[in-house]
């Protein structure tokens, strides 16, 4: 690029510092339109393209002779390499691709999964993921409400057209497990198949959904999908014809006949489905003793005590939420303890699980002072308002031996409580609330592992003063015979 100072018609001989010369000069104005067209003497190998006035200068642009290519409108064509040309979506293609392929390997599961490991680096399963479980499951592709396309060519051997057993049913699932550890992107799609075929039980036989039931829980038994599956089993209209309870009855036998209650716990406690099981049912039929009595009935007790656990739970939960909440509001002993027998009795809660959550109750109601000090006094003072709510419901040995150990377990747990130990449980001896008897057990053999050494040091002088009191009064008595 040069800028020369011309006036508007001047003649360009030479550029400045340049030996190379245009062929010619345009002069426009600041509109750009054409005022002169002036021809150069002497010739150079460029030409000028561009020449424009502004505030008595003219910009020269010095381009090569060659003639410019006229823009087009639409644009410039790229030449797109093959192997990036996307193929047209065709699963239609897909499915009897599929499907000729089932049909050569019959019943022979393995050769089934032989066939699905090889056809893998063929077809793009990413593409069709959905359209291959479709076909795998009920032969074919599925249209909405869980119906075969009628013009689409489909397959007698899938899980719905396969004997109803459990040794059957884990053949299928040894072929999908097989699948997803080849091709591990079709690990989250086989867990949305699953969710999209519970949405469509109605429209299956109750054969078919006995089958999808057992290979169900054992996918979920294997860990291949989550129980995060199950809400799709909360459908209303599911819920409603009493299709998602029958449904859920075959799922857990199968999936409690490859786990126990605890590993089926666990999985459905990691999604937050553990506390979800009653929505199985309609809501006028929502209670623990409903669900008890239906699964009981058939046959899954296991499953039915763990739901009862799991309310009792989150009875207890709401339980002590309440009472942090009357303890913060200042509300008497006397209605607390009125309100927390109800509860028991309510909810089935046992005395030495009620003095748990009182004392945890206890304990969440008040700021502690961070210095250790003074933590102390401040929970000898705390602790003897509500030695009375405590005092309550440790009717039974059991109970306050349950305290004693909430009480080590919780002065380990929080470090500055270390030194306070041996002072609390004194105040709640002189509370009558912890007994002679109770104390003695809990330093001879019941105490927790938790701070043992430290604890028990802290309560020698106490228990041997227990002992020598113990020994004293026998003796009164003895003399008094």
């Excluded at 022979?108 to 893998?120: N, T």
């Excluded at 449980?425 to 430290?454: C, M, P, Q, R, T």
């Excluded at 020698?460 to 003796?475: D, G, I, P, R």
């Amino acid at each position: 690029m040069k800028v020369f100072p011309l006036s508007q018609r001047q003649t360009v001989t030479t550029p400045p510092d340049s030996t190379t010369l245009p062929s010619c000069v345009l002069i426009l104005d600041s509109n750009d339109f054409l005022i002169n067209y002036l021809t150069i003497p002497a010739l150079g190998q460029f030409g000028v393209s561009v020449l424009q006035i502004k505030t008595s200068f003219l910009r020269v642009s010095f381009m090569s002779n060659q003639r410019q290519q006229k823009p087009t409108l639409t644009g410039q064509r790229f030449k797109t390499r093959k192997r990036d040309e996307k193929e047209r979506f065709d699963p239609t293609q897909f499915q009897e691709s599929i499907v000729q392929g089932l049909n050569q390997s019959g019943t022979d599961l393995e050769a089934v999964a032989k066939f699905l490991d090889a056809s893998g680096a063929k077809l793009d399963y990413r593409r069709y993921v959905e359209t291959l479980f479709d076909i795998l499951v009920a032969g074919g592709m599925l249209a909405p409400g869980g119906t075969l396309s009628d013009d689409m060519t489909c397959t007698e051997f899938c899980l719905f057209k396969a004997q109803e057993d459990m040794e059957t049913m884990q053949a299928y699932a040894q072929v999908l497990n097989k699948l997803i550890r080849r091709y591990k992107y079709l690990e989250k799609g086989l867990e949305e198949e699953i969710k999209k075929l519970l949405l469509f039980l109605k429209g299956f036989t109750e054969s078919e959904r006995n089958k999808l039931a057992m290979l169900t829980g054992i996918l979920l038994a294997n860990s291949n999908i989550s129980a995060s599956i199950l809400s799709s089993l909360f459908n209303e209209n599911l819920v409603k014809e009493g299709v998602s309870t029958s449904f859920a009855v075959k799922l857990f036998k199968s999936w409690l006949s490859e786990k126990d209650i605890n590993s089926v716990a666990a999985s459905l406690r990691k999604v937050g489905m553990d506390n979800r099981l009653m929505e199985l049912f309609p809501a006028n039929k929502r209670s623990c003793e409903h669900f008890s009595k239906y699964f009981t009935d058939a046959g899954l007790k296991e499953l039915s005590d763990f739901a009862r656990n799991q309310q009792s739970i989150g009875a207890r939960k709401e339980l002590q939420k309440e009472l942090e909440e009357q303890m913060s509001r200042g509300e008497p002993l006397k209605d607390i303890i009125a309100n927390i027998r109800e509860e028991i009795k309510k909810n089935n809660i046992s005395e030495q699980m009620m003095i748990g959550l009182i004392w945890s109750s206890v304990m969440s109601s008040v700021e502690w002072n961070k210095k250790e000090e003074l933590v102390t006094e401040q929970a000898i003072k705390h602790l003897k308002q509500y030695s009375p709510l405590l005092k309550a419901f440790t009717s039974q040995g059991l109970s306050e031996l349950t305290l004693l150990l909430k009480i080590q377990e919780y002065c380990y747990d929080n470090i500055h409580f270390m030194k306070a130990f041996q002072k609390i449980v004194v105040l709640l001896y002189k509370a009558d609330v912890l007994s002679e008897e109770a104390i003695l057990k809990w330093y001879n053999e019941a105490h927790l592992a938790k701070g043992k050494s430290v604890f028990l040091e802290q309560m020698k002088k106490f228990v041997e003063w227990l002992k020598s009191a113990e020994e004293e009064s026998e003796s009164e008595e003895e003399e008094a015979d």
